[in-house]
């Protein structure tokens, strides 16, 4: 080791020799000493240290009737809700290559045993290609078989096996009231397979589909539905469907306590035509109706103001007039249609709906306004195709 009188003088081998004992009792003091040390020091940790045990499980009462019911509701309507994926289809404009990109998410049930899935239309509406999801995570390619935007209801169709497939219970929104209790299961925000209830709020509101039609006799209800629920199934406390969320009114975009079902009835009548016919055949009288405008200008009552009445048509075998004008440029009056079966209409909206409630080939009576005159007349009802 060099020191600062001169360089470094060797040691003898001597002297490490007489230094080789002190090494090993330091070796020995380092090693050997913790051992010894370590369980005193834990002893003595242990004693100053406050125990840190689990809290003890503080017992409860049974579940309340309420829970039970709520419990059993989800695990029997459950295996009935399936989450939808919605894909598009997009072309690279350089390389002209596809790809599938995803477009929504939604809720959509079983109806039948058949594989056939009731959701919105507007959850399916973007997509080219759809998925559907079952409550055991198995998944399947889902081809449309028919939709009816103007009530914003599509049915799709997967091939499953049958045990996968039980079909939702169906009830009846006629006989609802107001402060019912209501469940809603569905996928809102890709959470899937989840439970909010609440109480129906309201009846008979009217909102819009996405094909700006109205859409009467909607479920209002405070159950938590938001982005994700749309296509879900709403459900009466017997556990039994009573509607299909569709829409929720919210400054956020998040579920603000009001939300919107299309009634069961309205969705039980659709659905068979839709899985029959592809599509909805809506009954028709082979009319085409004024603007509201036009009716003020004439003077005439509310009702569907008629502008022209197809050749051939029901209307017109009915001996309905359009409105017109004569050779001279005059107005001639022709029929306003004020009532269909009893029941007002309004407009053009009003009479399509009452309409739709009908089928191809039957007999309805319409009451018609014509210059300050009522009468009644009795139109078989044809296709709108």
């Given amino acids: 080791m060099a020191t600062p009188d001169g360089p470094a003088k060797p040691v003898p081998w001597e002297s490490l020799d007489e230094a080789a004992p002190q090494g090993a009792v330091a070796l020995f003091t380092m090693l050997i000493k913790p051992l010894f040390l370590a369980p005193l020091l834990a002893a003595t940790l242990a004693w100053a240290a ?32 399936v989450h939808i994926t919605t894909l598009a289809v997009q072309r690279d404009f350089f390389s002209l290559r596809t790809s599938e990109q995803p477009r929504g998410t939604g809720t959509g049930f079983v109806w039948d045993e058949a594989g056939h899935i009731v959701t919105n239309f507007h959850v399916i509406q973007d997509g080219d290609r759809a998925t559907v999801t079952l409550a055991d995570q198995s998944s399947y390619p889902a081809r449309l078989v028919g939709a009816f935007p103007d009530r914003d209801i599509a049915v799709l169709r997967i091939e499953a096996p049958r045990d996968k497939l039980p079909a939702i219970p169906v009830g009846s929104s006629r006989e609802l009231q107001v402060g019912q209790k209501v469940y809603a299961i569905g996928n809102p925000f890709g959470l899937d397979q989840t439970l909010t209830t609440g109480i129906v709020s309201a009846l008979n509101r009217e ?52 939300g919107f079902a299309i009634p069961v009835d309205e969705v039980n009548r659709i659905v068979p035509r839709l899985i029959r016919d592809g599509r909805f055949i809506r009954p028709a009288l082979g009319v085409t109706s004024g603007p509201a405008q036009l009716s003020q200008a004439l003077g005439a009552p509310k009702g569907v103001l008629l502008v022209n009445v197809a050749a051939g048509s029901p209307a017109a075998a009915a001996g309905l007039k359009p409105y017109g004008r004569d050779h ?25 709906s009452l309409l739709e409630t009908r089928q191809i080939g039957d007999r309805v009576t319409l009451t018609v306004w014509r210059a300050g005159q009522t009468r009644k007349v009795t139109a078989t009802l044809g296709s709108s195709d």
């Fill in 50 to 81: 406050p125990a840190v045990q689990p809290r003890a499980i503080a017992p409860r009462a049974a579940l309340d009737a309420e829970e039970l019911n709520n419990i059993g509701v989800f695990k029997r309507v459950s295996p009935s809700v």
């Fill in 207 to 258: 909102i819009e589909s996405v094909t700006r039609r109205t859409i009467k006799g909607a479920i209002q209800t405070d159950a938590a539905i938001n982005p994700g629920n749309s296509g879900g199934p709403l459900l009466d406390s017997a556990g039994r469907l009573i509607g299909v969320n569709t829409a929720i009114y919210s400054p956020s975009g998040a579920s603000a306590g009001i």
């Fill in 328 to 352: 001279s440029g005059h107005i001639v009056q022709g029929d306003v249609i004020t009532a269909v079966d009893g029941q007002a209409v309004a407009d053009l909206d009003d009479l399509l």
